[in-house]
């Protein structure tokens, strides 16, 4: 169905995936899904991780990969969301904001999904399907329906919804187990939501649909669906859910064709073009059939894949379809608006179809029969059926005014509707009326005040909205104006619209909208004059626009100024000048003045809101100071001056801002301001002017601010300021100066506590300044002195001044704690001790007794404060320093101070110590003894060399620390201490722990000989110590440690000890002799032994020792050391006499190494008594084979055993042991170890026949290696027949074969390998191989009949190699490699080259440029058969690219046959080519026809070449090209040059230009042709004006040849009148009849209301029809008259 070269679809290849580097193993309905052409979705594994990749189709080379396991995704339809299946959990995910949108857990698996919409998935289970919405987070899927039983065990393919969900199909295919059945049987389920029904259907695919029919208010809900049976193969087409005032759907069902070379052919895919009304139909072989939904009528069908395609989905950019094949080739097929209407007009010659497919889509093509149909009908008086044309036309070709015109004019029959009405009706019904039409229904309708009408077309959008439609609307009603204006996008009309109707705020809305600029400035002033409320509001709209001012804000307050709208104009700029801009400065002051000359206490409010800072401050100062606003002047004067003169009067200002106006002058500027004030009313103002200076205090500088209330003399205000500053001020200078002002203004207590708190002041100058001011209260002076250590000084003062009851106050109210320091000084002046011991005697407060002691012992008084101090004893009181001082006056009067120091214990042993040590050491030591004063002790004792009592005191001390600090070498004492401990100290003690610590500290000071003296004192002789067993372990080991000579008399001596722990460290210590005595003497056999063998190492003695005592456990040991020894003989002689085996695995070790296997045996034997470990057997069975001892091996495996007889058969295999390793295979039956046993004894037979037993390739491949190095070709066969089985062991074996040069071999096992039954690819594969390199001749004939079973890349690759050209095209052709096939064999001509070969590849090629090659490699090699190759290639090539490749090179004769086959195409590259070929042959009959038939080449071009042409007949053509292109001058000249008058006659009439013929007559006369000028008023009749012809004749006499035109001339004359006349008669009937019709029509009809139509009647009600006998409706009431 070529269509006579027209071909009504566009196909596009829009990716090829593998390019984008997906997987060609991936490309499959389970990995790829297409939901849309928006994305293709695919799975993937790339080396070991798991990808899905998105494929952006409007952007191919966005290809987007993520590291996601699933076992299913789909993208959605428009957006970048992706829903994901992992067995039963869904999830969905939004790749771009990169959040999960939903996820749920499946009670059952999920067999198929798709996205039914933007907002849903249909889940389709082995039972149910289920709708999911992602609109929310959180539902479940709901189920919709169960499957039928008839999809039970089908594979779901599809699932389709109607955009509103009430109907659904779910389709899939299955086997078909009928024999007499298609193979592969459909079966769909289709359900209705409302009904809540199925119905099961048979069939493949389906689709549904929407059409519009013929007078059907609604849009037809359709249902197509297609199925192939044995019988053959239909389409459907079925109404569903059919509305009532819609006409019926006819049911289609019609014939699907399929070809015989598709006879499993199957509808796979089915989409519906919305637009256009066709049903798209993809088959499993790659055709494609289109069907026009209405009719069901077959379009066109041709095949657009060599492939599968096995997923679609509708193309929305075209209308149309796009899939992917199993090649991945992204491929798009739709409807070619330009050539489908020509291709059903000419080709399926249904010019019915064409019409409806035309007006549906508004499709080109079918123009010229609209109007010859439309022309027709109207002038047959058909005007109800030209108006349904007219209002159907595609792309309103018909709907002109000229059309509404000719309606118009047609005069209205009594009793009929008028055509006007039923045109306008018919476009109502159609749909939009456009703009003429709109105008024209337009007037009448308002003038007769139906206006409802026309707002209830606007609503349905049935009228275009136009300029002149708002024009004339306006008249009658503005906002329906404005809703014409709004959707004609006429902004200048819709402003003045809002304006009119006073929505002011929508008209800065609207033009922004729009972008429309109005003049602003002219809508304002009209508002405001109109509705100054209005304005105001429409003036801060413009001004406060997002994008900036609309308006000059200037000009706007111009506006309200000049009608003197002060509020207004504030408001306005209030709001304008919000943003408080730079530029607006000007504004802003402008805003404040008019307020403060009107409303000042606005401008105060403005002020206060602090909204503008780039106004004229000096300006608005100075207006703010007139208006009495002195704040606001203070806020905005910068002049000193000016702030002086407003800032005193404080009266006038708020305090607590004036205090903190300050904060914005400068330091100067504000002592200024405040000695202004001072100077100008100091009363008034002094309290304002310490509040600053408090305030700003820091910054001002206290110094300064002293210095100016000094300078006015005011000490209140000092003492004021201070007051509030010296808390936290730290300048000394302003606490003195506080409280110099406090002491002047009389504030004594003030002077106390700043005296008291304050940590800043000069203690030295303010104590210098109380005492010169002679205060009558000394406290102050009193808290200085104390504060600041000046008792002496006070002391000294208050004595001095007979002020003596201010000391009492001092010690007894203010601080008894200085009350040593008084006593001290008022002994430093010689007071009265009567007076210093009455004045301690009223102190009550507490202070420190040991200043007080230390006061007077330093002024040797100390026997002062006895009474005092033994009264304080008597009172009870238990201080120590008490009892020290009492202590030291007991020391010094020597009153029995020993018996003090040692029964009290309250006293401070180290001051008291400390005091004795010049007096009396062993005082001292007493006091330090009794206070554990260690460090003070020992120095004491050193000093005065009490070595007995310190050796007496570190005894009964037990401190480590102490210990260690006398008994390091340093110390020079130490040997006169340690005498003394080991003479004195330890024997008077009586305290195990005493003689414990004392131990550890010699054992930790590492004194081991005077720790040896020590013990032997404390052991040796006779002591309640004597039996220690601790000491004598301690003895022992010390003596081990530093004396060996004496370890052996006191292992003799002692009994006490701990032998085998003395004995081990003896042994430690290298003295092996004394551990063995002393295990010998306490019977520790087993021990003493170990010494002798392994620390004396004498195995002689050892074995002496053994015989001697003859126990089993000393032999075992002797024979472990005889083994350490390697003299194995006598260790297992020793082992067999303890009957130990349990060291046996060394002993089997050894034994094995030093090749004692005889003696082995033995102990092995004397093992396996007592043992049964499989060790031991196997070691046994091991030394049998070493021994040669085959009989006892036989014996050995007759009996009951537990050895591992496999690894004792590979040891002996590994030791050449071939005899005992072929016994122990044989007793377990391990045929495989038993055949490669036999190989190495030359059994080669029995080999074989025990590796087939073995069954394991491992074997065979031994068993082989062995055949194939002794060359055993047969037996190799064998084995090697059952390697090549398995795949993995192939290359291998061929790679042995190959190395050794056995080629013949190898190739005879692999044909022999063919017949097997677990025969695979790869042998065939490789057979292939070696036959390219070593058998070349057989390879082609084995390709032929094993192609279908060889790794075809891969043969490739070697036939390549081997340079064998025919074998490599016959693979490539058989992998579909038809693009590599093609090029090989041109590449390899001479060898491979083959023309009906060719022929069938080329046309296969996929890569166009291959086209293009082969046409250059026939034009070298093979020009003969170049039209045969283009013959194919026609199809498929470019024909202008080809034209100009034969052009180049001057070869385009050859190709005369193809440019005749191809010139129907009407191509400009083809038809210059042909026609210059014609050109070079003479052939102007054919050039002729050339140029008439297709007239795509450059006329002009030719026509000038041509008329230089030699040769007549060509010089004719160039006259008839100039003419085809109404180029009439050069054509007639060119014919006058031949004096071809005929063809310039000729061409004069074709012209229909008066001027060309009369020039042409002309030159007639002038040449005196009177024939040719006869003939010119014959053939330009109509052209000549008998004017002209009457003066060329009368002036050249040919009056005889002119009288025949004059005569005619008349004629016609005569004829037009009469006609004229006529139509004027029936004109002004017609115009009569027409104005009494009109005068007859009612003004209203009150059928009106109902349906959009004009010719609705009634509603309520269908309206009655009456005939009326020519077959139409009766006229019906319209509510106005005919146009």
């Given at each position: 169905?070529?269509?006579?070269?027209?071909?009504?679809?566009?196909?596009?290849?829009?990716?090829?995936?593998?390019?984008?580097?997906?997987?060609?193993?991936?490309?499959?309905?389970?990995?790829?899904?297409?939901?849309?052409?928006?994305?293709?979705?695919?799975?993937?594994?790339?080396?070991?991780?798991?990808?899905?990749?998105?494929?952006?189709?409007?952007?191919?080379?966005?290809?987007?990969?993520?590291?996601?396991?699933?076992?299913?995704?789909?993208?959605?339809?428009?957006?970048?969301?992706?829903?994901?299946?992992?067995?039963?959990?869904?999830?969905?995910?939004?790749?771009?904001?990169?959040?999960?949108?939903?996820?749920?857990?499946?009670?059952?698996?999920?067999?198929?999904?798709?996205?039914?919409?933007?907002?849903?998935?249909?889940?389709?289970?082995?039972?149910?399907?289920?709708?999911?919405?992602?609109?929310?987070?959180?539902?479940?899927?709901?189920?919709?329906?169960?499957?039928?039983?008839?999809?039970?065990?089908?594979?779901?393919?599809?699932?389709?919804?109607?955009?509103?969900?009430?109907?659904?199909?779910?389709?899939?295919?299955?086997?078909?187990?009928?024999?007499?059945?298609?193979?592969?049987?459909?079966?769909?389920?289709?359900?209705?939501?409302?009904?809540?029904?199925?119905?099961?259907?048979?069939?493949?695919?389906?689709?549904?649909?929407?059409?519009?029919?013929?007078?059907?208010?609604?849009?037809?809900?359709?249902?197509?669906?297609?199925?192939?049976?044995?019988?053959?193969?239909?389409?459907?087409?079925?109404?569903?859910?059919?509305?009532?005032?819609?006409?019926?759907?006819?049911?289609?069902?019609?014939?699907?064709?399929?070809?015989?070379?598709?006879?499993?052919?199957?509808?796979?895919?089915?989409?519906?073009?919305?637009?256009?009304?066709?049903?798209?139909?993809?088959?499993?072989?790659?055709?494609?059939?289109?069907?026009?939904?209405?009719?069901?009528?077959?379009?066109?069908?041709?095949?657009?894949?060599?492939?599968?395609?096995?997923?679609?989905?509708?193309?929305?950019?075209?209308?149309?379809?796009?899939?992917?094949?199993?090649?991945?080739?992204?491929?798009?097929?739709?409807?070619?608006?330009?050539?489908?209407?020509?291709?059903?007009?000419?080709?399926?010659?249904?010019?019915?179809?064409?019409?409806?497919?035309?007006?549906?889509?508004?499709?080109?093509?079918?123009?010229?029969?609209?109007?010859?149909?439309?022309?027709?009908?109207?002038?047959?008086?058909?005007?109800?059926?030209?108006?349904?044309?007219?209002?159907?036309?595609?792309?309103?070709?018909?709907?002109?005014?000229?059309?509404?015109?000719?309606?118009?004019?047609?005069?209205?029959?009594?009793?009929?509707?008028?055509?006007?009405?039923?045109?306008?009706?018919?476009?109502?019904?159609?749909?939009?009326?456009?703009?003429?039409?709109?105008?024209?229904?337009?007037?009448?309708?308002?003038?007769?005040?139906?206006?409802?009408?026309?707002?209830?077309?606007?609503?349905?959008?049935?009228?275009?909205?136009?300029?002149?439609?708002?024009?004339?609307?306006?008249?009658?009603?503005?906002?329906?104006?404005?809703?014409?204006?709004?959707?004609?996008?006429?902004?200048?009309?819709?402003?003045?619209?809002?304006?009119?109707?006073?929505?002011?705020?929508?008209?800065?809305?609207?033009?922004?909208?729009?972008?429309?600029?109005?003049?602003?400035?002219?809508?304002?002033?009209?508002?405001?004059?109109?509705?100054?409320?209005?304005?105001?509001?429409?003036?801060?709209?413009?001004?406060?626009?997002?994008?900036?001012?609309?308006?000059?804000?200037?000009?706007?307050?111009?506006?309200?100024?000049?009608?003197?709208?002060?509020?207004?104009?504030?408001?306005?700029?209030?709001?304008?000048?919000?943003?408080?801009?730079?530029?607006?400065?000007?504004?802003?002051?402008?805003?404040?003045?008019?307020?403060?000359?009107?409303?000042?206490?606005?401008?105060?409010?403005?002020?206060?809101?602090?909204?503008?800072?780039?106004?004229?401050?000096?300006?608005?100062?100075?207006?703010?100071?007139?208006?009495?606003?002195?704040?606001?002047?203070?806020?905005?004067?910068?002049?000193?001056?000016?702030?002086?003169?407003?800032?005193?009067?404080?009266?006038?200002?708020?305090?607590?801002?004036?205090?903190?106006?300050?904060?914005?002058?400068?330091?100067?500027?504000?002592?200024?301001?405040?000695?202004?004030?001072?100077?100008?009313?100091?009363?008034?103002?002094?309290?304002?002017?310490?509040?600053?200076?408090?305030?700003?205090?820091?910054?001002?500088?206290?110094?300064?601010?002293?210095?100016?209330?000094?300078?006015?003399?005011?000490?209140?205000?000092?003492?004021?300021?201070?007051?509030?500053?010296?808390?936290?001020?730290?300048?000394?200078?302003?606490?003195?100066?506080?409280?110099?002002?406090?002491?002047?203004?009389?504030?004594?207590?003030?002077?106390?506590?700043?005296?008291?708190?304050?940590?800043?002041?000069?203690?030295?100058?303010?104590?210098?300044?109380?005492?010169?001011?002679?205060?009558?209260?000394?406290?102050?002076?009193?808290?200085?002195?104390?504060?600041?250590?000046?008792?002496?000084?006070?002391?000294?003062?208050?004595?001095?001044?007979?002020?003596?009851?201010?000391?009492?106050?001092?010690?007894?109210?203010?601080?008894?704690?200085?009350?040593?320091?008084?006593?001290?000084?008022?002994?430093?002046?010689?007071?009265?001790?009567?007076?210093?011991?009455?004045?301690?005697?009223?102190?009550?407060?507490?202070?420190?007794?040991?200043?007080?002691?230390?006061?007077?012992?330093?002024?040797?008084?100390?026997?002062?404060?006895?009474?005092?101090?033994?009264?304080?004893?008597?009172?009870?009181?238990?201080?120590?320093?008490?009892?020290?001082?009492?202590?030291?006056?007991?020391?010094?009067?020597?009153?029995?101070?020993?018996?003090?120091?040692?029964?009290?214990?309250?006293?401070?042993?180290?001051?008291?110590?400390?005091?004795?040590?010049?007096?009396?050491?062993?005082?001292?030591?007493?006091?330090?003894?009794?206070?554990?004063?260690?460090?003070?002790?020992?120095?004491?004792?050193?000093?005065?060399?009490?070595?007995?009592?310190?050796?007496?005191?570190?005894?009964?001390?037990?401190?480590?620390?102490?210990?260690?600090?006398?008994?390091?070498?340093?110390?020079?004492?130490?040997?006169?201490?340690?005498?003394?401990?080991?003479?004195?100290?330890?024997?008077?003690?009586?305290?195990?722990?005493?003689?414990?610590?004392?131990?550890?500290?010699?054992?930790?000071?590492?004194?081991?000989?005077?720790?040896?003296?020590?013990?032997?004192?404390?052991?040796?002789?006779?002591?309640?110590?004597?039996?220690?067993?601790?000491?004598?372990?301690?003895?022992?080991?010390?003596?081990?440690?530093?004396?060996?000579?004496?370890?052996?008399?006191?292992?003799?001596?002692?009994?006490?000890?701990?032998?085998?722990?003395?004995?081990?460290?003896?042994?430690?210590?290298?003295?092996?002799?004394?551990?063995?005595?002393?295990?010998?003497?306490?019977?520790?056999?087993?021990?003493?032994?170990?010494?002798?063998?392994?620390?004396?190492?004498?195995?002689?003695?050892?074995?002496?020792?053994?015989?001697?005592?003859?126990?089993?456990?000393?032999?075992?040991?002797?024979?472990?050391?005889?083994?350490?020894?390697?003299?194995?003989?006598?260790?297992?002689?020793?082992?067999?006499?303890?009957?130990?085996?349990?060291?046996?695995?060394?002993?089997?070790?050894?034994?094995?190494?030093?090749?004692?296997?005889?003696?082995?045996?033995?102990?092995?034997?004397?093992?396996?008594?007592?043992?049964?470990?499989?060790?031991?057997?196997?070691?046994?069975?091991?030394?049998?084979?070493?021994?040669?001892?085959?009989?006892?091996?036989?014996?050995?495996?007759?009996?009951?055993?537990?050895?591992?007889?496999?690894?004792?058969?590979?040891?002996?295999?590994?030791?050449?042991?071939?005899?005992?390793?072929?016994?122990?295979?044989?007793?377990?039956?391990?045929?495989?170890?038993?055949?490669?046993?036999?190989?190495?004894?030359?059994?080669?037979?029995?080999?074989?026949?025990?590796?087939?037993?073995?069954?394991?390739?491992?074997?065979?491949?031994?068993?082989?290696?062995?055949?194939?190095?002794?060359?055993?070709?047969?037996?190799?066969?064998?084995?090697?027949?059952?390697?090549?089985?398995?795949?993995?062991?192939?290359?291998?074996?061929?790679?042995?074969?190959?190395?050794?040069?056995?080629?013949?071999?190898?190739?005879?096992?692999?044909?022999?390998?063919?017949?097997?039954?677990?025969?695979?690819?790869?042998?065939?594969?490789?057979?292939?191989?070696?036959?390219?390199?070593?058998?070349?001749?057989?390879?082609?004939?084995?390709?032929?009949?094993?192609?279908?079973?060889?790794?075809?890349?891969?043969?490739?690759?070697?036939?390549?190699?081997?340079?064998?050209?025919?074998?490599?095209?016959?693979?490539?052709?058989?992998?579909?490699?038809?693009?590599?096939?093609?090029?090989?064999?041109?590449?390899?001509?001479?060898?491979?080259?083959?023309?009906?070969?060719?022929?069938?590849?080329?046309?296969?090629?996929?890569?166009?440029?291959?086209?293009?090659?082969?046409?250059?490699?026939?034009?070298?090699?093979?020009?003969?058969?170049?039209?045969?190759?283009?013959?194919?290639?026609?199809?498929?090539?470019?024909?202008?690219?080809?034209?100009?490749?034969?052009?180049?090179?001057?070869?385009?004769?050859?190709?005369?046959?193809?440019?005749?086959?191809?010139?129907?195409?009407?191509?400009?590259?083809?038809?210059?080519?042909?026609?210059?070929?014609?050109?070079?042959?003479?052939?102007?009959?054919?050039?002729?026809?050339?140029?008439?038939?297709f007239d795509n080449f450059n006329n002009v071009s030719l026509a000038s070449r041509l008329e230089k042409h030699e040769l007549l007949e060509f010089r004719r053509l160039a006259a008839h090209l100039y003419k085809k292109n109404h180029k009439w001058e050069e054509s007639i000249t060119l014919s006058k040059q031949d004096k071809l008058f005929k063809d310039a006659i000729i061409t004069a009439a074709t012209s229909g230009s008066s001027e060309v013929a009369e020039d042409l007559l002309t030159y007639f006369v002038d040449i005196g042709n009177k024939e040719c000028f006869a003939a010119m008023l014959y053939a330009c009749f109509d052209l000549l004006r008998s004017d002209v012809v009457m003066e060329l004749s009368w002036q050249h006499g040919l009056n005889d040849f002119y009288m025949p035109y004059r005569i005619q001339s008349q004629r016609s004359l005569v004829d037009k009148l009469a006609k004229l006349e006529k139509e004027v008669k029936e004109h002004a009937k017609k115009v009569t009849i027409k104005e009494e019709a009109e005068a007859e029509v009612p003004i209203i009809n009150p059928g009106i209301g109902g349906k959009l139509l004009l010719t609705q009647g009634p509603s309520g009600m269908a309206p009655p029809v009456y005939m009326n006998g020519t077959g139409m409706m009766p006229p019906q009431m319209t509510g106005f008259g005919g146009f």
């Amino acid at each position: 169905m070529d269509g006579g070269g027209i071909i009504p679809i566009a196909f596009c290849e829009h990716l090829q995936l593998s390019s984008v580097g997906i997987q060609p193993q991936s490309i499959s309905f389970q990995t790829l899904t297409l939901e849309s052409d928006h994305f293709i979705c695919v799975r993937e594994k790339v080396g070991e991780q798991n990808q899905v990749i998105i494929v952006d189709l409007a952007d191919a080379n966005n290809v987007m990969r993520r590291p996601i396991t699933a076992d299913s995704a789909i993208m959605h339809p428009q957006q970048k969301i992706i829903a994901l299946k992992a067995q039963r959990q869904l999830q969905v995910f939004n790749i771009e904001t990169k959040t999960k949108v939903k996820s749920h857990q499946m009670n059952e698996d999920v067999v198929f999904w798709k996205w039914i919409s933007i907002n849903a998935i249909g889940l389709v289970t082995e039972t149910s399907v289920y709708h999911w919405s992602i609109q929310d987070a959180t539902s479940a899927p709901q189920k919709v329906f169960d499957r039928h039983a008839t999809l039970a065990g089908a594979q779901i393919i599809n699932y389709r919804t109607t955009p509103d969900n009430k109907w659904l199909v779910l389709v899939g295919i299955a086997g078909n187990t009928n024999p007499g059945g298609f193979k592969v049987k459909g079966a769909m389920q289709l359900y209705s939501t409302e009904r809540g029904v199925s119905q099961p259907i048979e069939g493949h695919a389906a689709a549904f649909g929407e059409l519009k029919l013929d007078g059907a208010a609604t849009p037809t809900k359709l249902f197509t669906f297609s199925v192939r049976t044995a019988t053959g193969a239909k389409l459907h087409v079925v109404e569903i859910d059919h509305q009532a005032p819609n006409p019926q759907f006819t049911k289609k069902a019609v014939d699907v064709f399929f070809p015989k070379e598709a006879a499993n052919d199957f509808p796979v895919s089915m989409q519906v073009s919305k637009r256009h009304g066709v049903i798209y139909l993809i088959t499993k072989y790659g055709f494609i059939h289109l069907y026009d939904l209405e009719t069901g009528a077959n379009i066109y069908m041709n095949r657009i894949s060599g492939d599968t395609i096995f997923v679609t989905a509708e193309h929305e950019a075209s209308d149309g379809i796009i899939g992917v094949n199993k090649k991945g080739q992204v491929l798009s097929v739709n409807v070619d608006d330009n050539t489908i209407i020509p291709y059903i007009l000419s080709t399926l010659n249904n010019p019915e179809l064409a019409f409806k497919m035309a007006s549906r889509a508004n499709l080109p093509g079918a123009d010229d029969l609209y109007v010859k149909q439309y022309q027709h009908l109207f002038a047959s008086g058909q005007y109800a059926e030209a108006a349904k044309i007219a209002a159907s036309s595609p792309r309103g070709i018909l709907r002109t005014p000229a059309t509404i015109d000719q309606f118009k004019q047609v005069p209205v029959q009594p009793g009929t509707l008028s055509p006007i009405l039923q045109y306008f009706g018919i476009l109502l019904e159609k749909g939009e009326l456009n703009k003429y039409e709109s105008l024209e229904l337009a007037r009448p309708v308002l003038a007769q005040g139906r206006k409802q009408l026309l707002e209830k077309w606007l609503k349905e959008n049935k009228l275009e909205c136009s300029e002149e439609l708002g024009d004339i609307v306006r008249l009658h009603d503005m906002t329906l104006a404005l809703s014409v204006y709004l959707r004609a996008n006429t902004p200048n009309k819709v402003v003045a619209c809002f304006a009119e109707l006073g929505q002011y705020d929508k008209i800065v809305l609207y033009s922004k909208k729009v972008n429309y600029q109005p003049d602003y400035v002219a809508l304002l002033q009209h508002i405001m004059r109109v509705a100054p409320e209005k304005g105001a509001e429409f003036a801060t709209q413009l001004a406060n626009d997002e994008s900036g001012p609309l308006v000059d804000v200037e000009r706007v307050v111009d506006i309200f100024m000049s009608q003197n709208l002060i509020q207004p104009a504030t408001a306005f700029l209030l709001d304008a000048l919000k943003d408080n801009k730079p530029e607006q400065g000007h504004l802003q002051t402008r805003l404040l003045e008019m307020n403060l000359m009107n409303a000042p206490q606005v401008a105060d409010a403005i002020l206060g809101n602090e909204m503008f800072t780039h106004y004229d401050r000096p300006r608005i100062a100075n207006l703010c100071e007139k208006a009495g606003l002195l704040q606001r002047a203070l806020e905005h004067y910068e002049d000193l001056a000016d702030i002086k003169r407003v800032i005193v009067h404080t009266n006038a200002l708020n305090a607590e801002w004036l205090v903190n106006y300050f904060s914005r002058l400068t330091t100067d500027q504000s002592l200024e301001c405040l000695k202004e004030m001072l100077r100008i009313n100091i009363r008034q103002n002094l309290q304002v002017v310490i509040q600053v200076a408090t305030k700003y205090s820091d910054i001002l500088g206290p110094v300064k601010v002293i210095e100016m209330f000094e300078s006015f003399k005011s000490s209140e205000g000092l003492y004021y300021y201070l007051g509030s500053v010296v808390n936290l001020s730290q300048d000394p200078e302003v606490h003195f100066k506080y409280i110099q002002a406090a002491t002047r203004t009389g504030q004594i207590r003030e002077v106390e506590r700043i005296c008291r708190e304050s940590n800043f002041y000069n203690p030295e100058k303010v104590k210098n300044f109380l005492k010169e001011a002679k205060l009558p209260d000394q406290l102050p002076l009193i808290i200085v002195c104390d504060r600041f250590d000046f008792v002496h000084d006070l002391v000294l003062y208050l004595y001095q001044n007979g002020l003596t009851n201010f000391i009492e106050v001092y010690v007894q109210r203010v601080n008894s704690a200085r009350c040593p320091q008084v006593i001290g000084g008022l002994l430093d002046v010689d007071c009265d001790e009567g007076t210093i011991k009455s004045l301690l005697a009223s102190v009550t407060g507490s202070f420190p007794i040991d200043e007080l002691v230390e006061e007077v012992e330093k002024r040797n008084r100390l026997k002062l404060i006895l009474p005092w101090l033994e009264a304080r004893i008597q009172a009870g009181q238990t201080e120590p320093a008490l009892y020290n001082a009492l202590a030291k006056i007991y020391i010094d009067s020597n009153n029995n101070p020993e018996a003090f120091l040692k029964e009290n214990n309250i006293y401070e042993p180290l001051v008291v110590g400390k005091y004795c040590e010049k007096r009396d050491p062993y005082l001292a030591y007493i006091a330090y003894a009794k206070g554990f004063c260690d460090d003070e002790l020992i120095r004491i004792t050193n000093e005065n060399s009490m070595f007995k009592q310190q050796a007496r005191y570190l005894v009964k001390r037990r401190r480590v620390e102490l210990w260690q600090q006398v008994l390091v070498a340093e110390n020079l004492h130490r040997r006169a201490l340690i005498d003394q401990v080991t003479a004195t100290a330890i024997p008077e003690c009586t305290d195990p722990d005493d003689v414990s610590a004392t131990v550890k500290a010699f054992m930790q000071a590492d004194l081991p000989l005077e720790l040896i003296e020590m013990l032997e004192k404390i052991i040796l002789e006779p002591t309640s110590f004597s039996d220690n067993r601790n000491l004598q372990n301690l003895l022992l080991l010390t003596a081990i440690r530093a004396d060996k000579g004496k370890v052996v008399n006191y292992i003799n001596k002692l009994n006490g000890y701990d032998a085998q722990e003395i004995a081990r460290i003896a042994v430690e210590h290298g003295l092996n002799e004394e551990a063995f005595t002393i295990y010998k003497k306490y019977n520790e056999h087993a021990l003493a032994i170990n010494v002798l063998v392994d620390n004396i190492a004498s195995i002689d003695r050892g074995l002496e020792y053994a015989v001697k005592i003859n126990q089993p456990a000393v032999w075992s040991r002797l024979a472990k050391a005889q083994l350490d020894g390697l003299r194995i003989k006598d260790a297992i002689d020793s082992y067999i006499k303890a009957e130990d085996p349990s060291n046996f695995l060394e002993v089997i070790e050894l034994s094995n190494r030093a090749g004692k296997h005889d003696d082995l045996v033995r102990y092995l034997q004397m093992a396996r008594k007592s043992l049964r470990e499989p060790k031991i057997d196997t070691e046994l069975a091991y030394a049998y084979a070493k021994t040669d001892r085959l009989h006892d091996m036989e014996d050995f495996l007759g009996m009951t055993n537990v050895a591992d007889i496999l690894e004792v058969g590979e040891k002996c295999f590994n030791d050449e042991l071939y005899q005992a390793a072929k016994l122990l295979f044989q007793s377990i039956s391990n045929w495989a170890r038993l055949a490669t046993t036999l190989i190495y004894l030359g059994e080669n037979q029995a080999a074989v026949e025990s590796a087939r037993k073995a069954g394991n390739t491992q074997v065979w491949k031994q068993v082989h290696q062995a055949c194939i190095e002794k060359a055993e070709f047969r037996l190799a066969q064998i084995c090697g027949l059952n390697i090549i089985v398995h795949a993995e062991e192939l290359a291998a074996l061929i790679k042995e074969y190959e190395k050794r040069g056995f080629f013949d071999e190898i190739l005879s096992l692999l044909e022999a390998g063919l017949s097997l039954e677990r025969a695979h690819m790869g042998i065939f594969t490789e057979l292939s191989i070696l036959y390219s390199k070593y058998r070349p001749e057989k390879l082609m004939e084995h390709l032929k009949l094993f192609v279908s079973r060889v790794n075809i890349p891969k043969v490739i690759r070697a036939t390549e190699k081997a340079h064998l050209w025919p074998e490599l095209v016959f693979l490539y052709v058989k992998y579909d490699e038809f693009d590599n096939a093609a090029l090989a064999m041109m590449e390899r001509a001479a060898d491979a080259w083959d023309h009906n070969q060719f022929k069938e590849v080329i046309v296969k090629a996929a890569n166009v440029e291959i086209y293009y090659k082969a046409l250059s490699f026939y034009l070298q090699e093979q020009p003969l058969l170049l039209t045969d190759l283009l013959t194919v290639l026609t199809p498929r090539i470019d024909h202008t690219r080809v034209v100009k490749m034969f052009l180049r090179d001057d070869n385009v004769p050859l190709i005369r046959p193809y440019l005749v086959a191809v010139q129907h195409l009407n191509i400009e590259a083809v038809n210059d080519a042909y026609n210059d070929l014609l050109m070079e042959e003479e052939d102007f009959k054919t050039l002729r026809h050339s140029i008439d038939s297709f007239d795509n080449f450059n006329n002009v071009s030719l026509a000038s070449r041509l008329e230089k042409h030699e040769l007549l007949e060509f010089r004719r053509l160039a006259a008839h090209l100039y003419k085809k292109n109404h180029k009439w001058e050069e054509s007639i000249t060119l014919s006058k040059q031949d004096k071809l008058f005929k063809d310039a006659i000729i061409t004069a009439a074709t012209s229909g230009s008066s001027e060309v013929a009369e020039d042409l007559l002309t030159y007639f006369v002038d040449i005196g042709n009177k024939e040719c000028f006869a003939a010119m008023l014959y053939a330009c009749f109509d052209l000549l004006r008998s004017d002209v012809v009457m003066e060329l004749s009368w002036q050249h006499g040919l009056n005889d040849f002119y009288m025949p035109y004059r005569i005619q001339s008349q004629r016609s004359l005569v004829d037009k009148l009469a006609k004229l006349e006529k139509e004027v008669k029936e004109h002004a009937k017609k115009v009569t009849i027409k104005e009494e019709a009109e005068a007859e029509v009612p003004i209203i009809n009150p059928g009106i209301g109902g349906k959009l139509l004009l010719t609705q009647g009634p509603s309520g009600m269908a309206p009655p029809v009456y005939m009326n006998g020519t077959g139409m409706m009766p006229p019906q009431m319209t509510g106005f008259g005919g146009f």
